[in-house]
């Protein structure tokens, strides 16, 4: 083949040599505009998995590489006077000159043709200059050619909220450094790291907001240098930072960073395919350090299939398969490292420990347990620190010498709001059962919450129990408008009591346009055949499009009598025994009807803004609380995010939690979606998490994660990290109600009372994840423990 690499960068330069060497008579190009040797830049940083990647696509180009880097362990993290140290992470630094020196030598060596100096204005007529049957389009974060052809590649570029700079320091560094400052107009951080034996890159960031309060858009390269070596003293010890941008005037060394996807990365010019590599069909956030090993990793896979397919566009389509997924991820986790930096004032409220543990953790690939696996002192002492910090909060002695040594992990900490001190961080999450009989719960109520409440969670939350019984999503929901319902619902609030140190709650709720309809398994959302009863709502609307039953807008006589309702409602939960309430304000719901602007088009003081579309659901809210005794809490369950365009959005709910916390709320129940059938959510583990982070970070209010958190594990990092302080686990406590028990005996924690009618099959269980774990540790070489901690990795 011929073909030709436009951009001279890692991507085309490792993916010219790779195919060089799968085949000496392929005739490659590569054309780059700078001249030979020479570019601009810091340092990259690889991680010890990147390299194992290199060195089995290419031992010569791997060993020197490694040769040439810096190699550490540990990251730094400076925030408020203090430092916090963790180490393991395994990572690598190398100079970007130097990194694109070594690949230029093995092209050379390999008989690869290197044009330098030659800018490329017209893709087509360079491929046909060099007869190329492939085009390599490696040019960059501004490639022209995917702005030629973005009618094929289907960019979507999205450009940042920080300011950000490129420096570099003689200051040697041994770790990984992030440092954070404080400024009369707001936060800047720095990126640290050495790449080589006198240089370290430097790299500082801050919102655009705050750069511009700062003065630093009117300020000159030196002038603007000058004013981060006074901000970043502590750090420099005397050192100058240096810029090698000095073809940039005024403030144009401050970017920002631009967000690429691509839907496709081929464009066929006739039979000659253009394919984007590296930055110019992708990009990731440089705080996970990603750009120079994804584009390393396009050049193998694309090679790699070259090896596997003899047809040119069976090449190409199985390299975007493969490649499409690993970048979506690394992506994903580029976004949430990214979005976490560009946010940090969210988190200065918390103490250094909890935010150097929230930054580590930040992109949600770094779990709790890959933390202890890498740095088993530092999670030891991060989980004794946090233990005593949730024992003080929740009004309880410190622990004694002995029980700090191996203090509990976040999840089995305590939790005290109001009068009520939950054992642990877990509570089992409502889910609609479908099991009532004239809304009275029974015997498969009792069963199905005791047996919860007896497998280790702290609280139970009923499933939402219906003000009236025109307020039921089915026939089968249950009710709290009758006093048969609080007698059946007393019933099983005092097993749960008698039985488990479980705490019960009890959420209430009213169907709105949802209502009348079949139980799940005979037709979710779908009406019912007969006996239907009439449906209300903030405006008129129909859920199911063409399907289900219109509700009408309610009136303020409706008003008045349901908020009657949820009091009345109220006043038994306490007289049944409950601990906790909780009021459902989400799913598309009565009370969500009216906070959503997809379901609420009033014309009165209840529509329009969202503070006049909340104004019902607080009235109902500040009703209840007023009903309900003060020493037992109030959560709020909310969507917050419809995910649909022009709904409720993660901004609103952050503005919605507020509201709430003014008129009493202890907690919000972060959910999302189910207002409107034309959503589009984005699945993934803990995928609603993000909400619970910015309600409680900015609301400033106690916040309950839901959504995929199904593991330790996930538990673990969301409390640690003060993403939630509860994590309601629905689903895998349907498939094992003693989940939480069984997931102490997983991750090896000794502490969690097991009611003495399961102690056999607890004994059982350490028995099989001993042995499994000696028998993985007589294979492995690793300890024990390491191999618990890798087999929670799956």
């Not at 919102?207 to 240098?225: F, H, K, S």
């Not at 939950?422 to 009792?446: C, E, F, W």
């Amino acid at each position: 083949m011929n073909i030709v690499c436009m951009g001279g960068g890692p991507a085309g330069l490792y993916f010219s040599l790779l195919m060089k060497k799968r085949n000496p008579d392929h005739q490659i190009t590569v054309v780059e505009r700078n001249r030979p040797y020479d570019t601009f830049g810091w340092g990259v940083v690889f991680s010890d998995q990147t390299l194992g990647n290199l060195a089995n696509a290419d031992e010569p180009t791997a060993r020197a590489i490694l040769e040439s880097f810096n190699h550490w362990d540990d990251i730094d993290v400076f925030f408020k006077g203090e430092k916090v140290t963790s180490g393991g992470h395994g990572f690598c630094g190398i100079g970007r000159k130097h990194l694109l020196n070594i690949l230029q030598r093995r092209c050379e060596e390999l008989g690869v043709k290197l044009v330098f100096e030659t800018e490329v204005t017209d893709d087509q007529e360079m491929a046909a200059r060099y007869g190329a049957d492939l085009v390599i389009a490696s040019d960059g974060l501004n490639s022209r050619t995917r702005t030629r052809y973005a009618d094929s590649y289907q960019p979507q570029i999205e450009a940042r909220q920080c300011r950000f700079v490129w420096l570099g320091t003689r200051k040697k560094f041994d770790a990984f450094t992030f440092a954070f400052k404080q400024t009369e107009h707001g936060w800047f951080q720095a990126h640290i790291y050495q790449y080589d034996g006198d240089t370290s890159t430097f790299i500082i960031e801050t919102p655009e907001t705050v750069w511009r309060a700062a003065g630093l858009e009117d300020m000159n390269p030196e002038q603007a240098i000058a004013f981060c070596e006074r901000l970043f003293a502590d750090q420099l010890d005397g050192h100058a930072l240096m810029s090698n941008s000095a073809h940039l005037r005024g403030s144009a060394m401050w970017i920002k960073f631009p967000r690429i996807v691509c839907d496709k990365w081929v464009h066929w010019n006739g039979a000659v395919p253009v394919v984007l590599m590296g930055d110019a069909a992708h990009s990731a956030h440089y705080s996970i350090g990603s750009g120079t090993k994804l584009a390393l990793e396009d050049a193998i896979e694309l090679a790699r299939c070259f090896g596997e397919h003899a047809d040119l566009a069976k090449v190409l389509e199985r390299y975007q398969a493969v490649r499409a997924i690993e970048v979506v991820k690394l992506q994903s986790a580029a976004r949430n490292s990214m979005e976490w930096f560009e946010n940090v004032e969210r988190y200065t409220a918390m103490e250094a420990p909890q935010f150097a543990y929230s930054m580590l953790t930040r992109s949600q690939r770094l779990s709790h347990e890959n933390l202890r696996l890498r740095d088993p002192a530092y999670v030891a002492g991060y989980e004794r620190w946090f233990a005593e910090r949730a024992r003080e909060q929740a009004g309880l002695p410190p622990l004694s010498p002995a029980a700090s040594a191996s203090a509990a992990p976040p999840m089995f900490t305590p939790f005290k709001v109001r009068g009520v001190t939950l054992k642990n961080r877990i509570v089992v999450s409502p889910m609609a059962q479908y099991s009532a009989v004239d809304g009275t719960v029974g015997d498969y109520h009792l069963a199905h919450l005791g047996a919860r409440a007896m497998g280790g969670a702290a609280m139970v939350f009923a499933e939402m129990t219906c003000v009236s019984a025109d307020a039921r999503i089915t026939p089968a929901c249950p009710g709290m408008y009758a006093p048969e319902h609080t007698q059946a619902w007393k019933r099983i609030v005092d097993f749960v009591h008698q039985h488990s140190d479980a705490s019960i709650a009890l959420q209430l709720g009213h169907a709105g346009a949802k209502g009348s309809t079949r139980a799940m398994w005979d037709g979710i959302d779908q009406p019912l055949d007969k006996d239907n009863w009439p449906l209300v709502s903030a405006s008129p609307q129909q859920y199911l499009s063409g399907v289900s039953q219109t509700a009408r807008a309610m009136t303020l006589a409706d008003m008045d009598r349901i908020e009657a309702d949820f009091v009345r409602a109220t006043r038994a939960a306490d007289e049944a025994g409950f601990d906790w309430l909780e009021l459902h304000c989400a799913h598309g719901y009565l009370l969500s009807s009216f906070i959503s602007p997809l379901t609420n088009e009033r014309g009165d003081e209840y529509g329009g803004s969202l503070e006049n579309r909340c104004r019902y659901p607080l009235r109902v809210f500040a009703a209840m609380r007023a009903a309900w005794p003060q020493h037992k809490p109030m959560s709020v369950r909310i969507s917050a995010h419809d995910w649909v365009e022009g709904g409720i959005t993660p901004d609103d709910a952050v503005r919605i939690a507020r509201l709430f916390k003014a008129a009493g709320a202890d907690m919000i129940d972060c959910s999302s979606g189910q207002v409107s059938k034309l959503e589009k959510p984005v699945y993934g583990r803990m995928f609603q998490t993000p909400f619970a982070d910015r309600i409680r970070n900015e609301a400033g209010i106690g916040a309950i994660a839901v959504g995929s958190i199904f593991e330790a594990d996930h538990a673990n990092g969301i409390i640690a990290a003060g993403r939630a302080d509860l994590c309601a686990v629905g689903r895998p406590h349907l498939a094992n109600p003693a989940w939480t028990l069984a997931e102490a005996a997983r991750i090896s924690y000794t502490a969690v009372t097991w009611p003495k009618q399961y102690l056999p099959g607890k004994q059982q269980m350490e028995r099989n994840l001993e042995r499994e774990r000696q028998l993985a540790a007589a294979n492995t070489g690793l300890t024990p423990q390491q191999v618990a901690a890798k087999l929670l990795e799956g």
